[in-house]
T-cell receptor, first 112, second 109 residues
């Protein structure tokens, strides 16, 4: 099975600062990769997904962007953080659609 | 657009009870249905994946069923234990995961 690594585990950033969250995948090649956000008391929202290097699809308009510079690396970024970007960010990976997806441990982001 | 709903939102039960968690979805053209567990402040752990050709899956004390015609899936937990306390999420896994809002379960000794 796959292992999804995410870091950092917790991040506190001031409003207007940049952001870079990294996710790497172990145990598979050419995975589909996903970034989700879970706001306090709310469900999981899909932000971005990628089916290959350089291929990014955005699900919702927002202040964030994603990149996939390598097959097993997925990065979530922002140039200027907003208070509303606070939340729990989860990276997930899987094979073909409809197969099991595996989740990383998450990054808790607090924007002050 | 698929919408996934989970009832109840929260559940507190004594140890040893058998539980049923419900998941309903509006679009019956679902391919797979997946159940996850999330411990506080942690990522998601996949519990069971029910493929469209299956009606149920079992893993230990967990049994999940899928009825596409009625737009429902249930997760049955037998002989609940305090270690089962967590939030349980179901998701339509047809193309991209579409999650319900979860059921927060607390099992007390």
């Amino acid at each position: 099975s796959q292992t999804i690594h995410q870091w950092p585990a917790t991040l506190v950033q001031p409003v207007g600062s940049p952001l870079s969250l990294e996710c790497t995948v172990e145990g598979t090649s050419n995975p589909n990769l996903y970034w989700y956000r879970q706001a306090a008391g709310r469900g999981l929202q899909l932000l971005f997904y990628s089916v290959g290097i350089g291929q990014i699809s955005s699900e919702v308009p927002q202040n964030l962007s994603a990149s996939r510079p390598q097959d097993r690396q997925f990065i979530l970024s922002s140039k200027k953080l907003l208070l509303s970007d606070s939340g729990f960010y989860l990276c997930a990976g899987g094979g073909e659609p409809q197969e099991t997806q595996y989740f990383g441990p998450g990054t808790r982001l607090l924007v002050l | 657009k698929q919408e996934v709903t989970q009832i109840p939102a929260a559940l507190s039960v004594p140890e040893g009870e058998n539980l049923v968690l419900n998941c309903s979805f509006t679009d019956s053209a679902i391919y797979n249905l997946q159940w996850f567990r999330q411990d506080p402040g942690k990522g998601l752990t996949s519990l069971l994946l029910i493929q469209s050709s299956q009606r149920e899956q079992t893993s230990g004390r967990l049994n999940a069923s899928l009825d596409k015609s009625s737009g429902r899936s249930t997760l049955y937990i037998a002989a609940s234990q305090p270690g089962d306390s967590a939030t349980y999420l179901c998701a339509d896994n047809t193309d991209k995961l579409i999650f319900g809002t979860g059921t927060r379960l607390q099992v007390f000794p």
